[in-house]
């Protein structure tokens, strides 16, 4: 009852459903689109679905991706691009703590979040206290440079290296050093063919509910008092 009569008084519900009553047709629209988002938002990419009726439209909570329309990098691109990297004056915790802070959003039930389109570096995730936004702002900047080196560079060539296959390589050096500091020698795969979203096909209603409160791997309480 209280609903119900929401509808009917409250100065915002009530000029809402006014509009809804006196224009039936855009009232069908907003609603196909809703019901629409009910049904799908956990179905993961639009890449995922199937049949005729799949609408040519894509919706920021689709978390979509522009696609690869460039050569990707071989394994002495990736190898070049891990000594610039290295050679940076970016620490490797710096670079391990950039590559796991894209990397942990990763969810694979419907495939939202992780390092694919370099997502870190758009809102809210970037302002994220838990990602260290002033280490994460340089560390970026950085990255980006290198990437827009090495871009000039291939442009002959057609190769282009986007930021979160960057990230995902710095993440992979980064160890590699580590290890081979301590004495070791360690390989670490690497598949590149990422692309980067923009700031619009950013789900940013989503993604400003979803900043994590805390994070054992990376010892994060975004609340002491409830330590």
């Given at each position: 009852l209280t609903a119900d009569l929401a509808?009917?008084?409250?100065?915002?519900?009530?000029?809402?459903?006014?509009?809804?009553?006196?224009?039936?047709?855009?009232?069908?629209?907003?609603?196909?689109?809703?019901?629409?988002?009910?049904?799908?938002?956990?179905?993961?990419?639009?890449?995922?679905?199937?049949g005729p009726e799949v609408p040519e439209e894509e919706f920021p909570w689709q978390d979509p991706l522009p696609r690869v329309d460039h050569e990707l990098v071989d394994?002495?691109?990736v190898e070049e691009l891990k000594r610039e990297v290295l050679s940076s004056?970016?620490?490797?915790?710096?670079?391990v703590y950039t590559c796991f802070s894209g990397m942990v959003t990763y969810r694979h039930s419907d495939r939202?979040?992780?390092?694919?389109?370099?997502?870190?570096?758009?809102?809210?995730?970037?302002?994220?206290?838990v990602n260290h936004p002033e280490d994460l702002s340089r560390v970026l900047n950085i990255l980006e440079g290198i990437r827009d080196s090495f871009n000039?560079?291939?442009?002959?060539?057609?190769?282009?290296?986007?930021?979160?296959?960057?990230?995902?390589?710095?993440?992979?050096?980064?160890?590699?050093?580590?290890?081979?500091k301590a004495g070791y020698q360690i390989k670490i795969p690497f598949v590149p063919g990422r692309s980067d979203a923009t700031q619009e096909q950013n789900d940013l209603l989503f993604w400003s509910q979803v900043e994590p409160v805390a994070c054992g791997f990376r010892n994060y309480l975004k609340d002491k008092a409830i330590n």
């Open positions: 509808l009917r008084f409250d100065p915002i519900y009530a000029e809402i459903c006014k509009r809804f009553l006196e224009n039936p047709e855009y009232f069908e629209k907003v609603f196909a689109r809703a019901w629409f988002k009910l049904t799908h938002r956990d179905m993961g990419p639009k890449e995922l679905y199937l394994d002495k691109d004056g970016i620490s490797i915790p710096q670079l939202k979040g992780g390092l694919n389109g370099a997502r870190l570096r758009l809102e809210p995730q970037k302002n994220w206290e000039k560079r291939k442009a002959k060539e057609g190769k282009k290296v986007s930021l979160s296959d960057l990230i995902a390589i710095s993440g992979c050096a980064a160890i590699e050093e580590a290890v081979r």
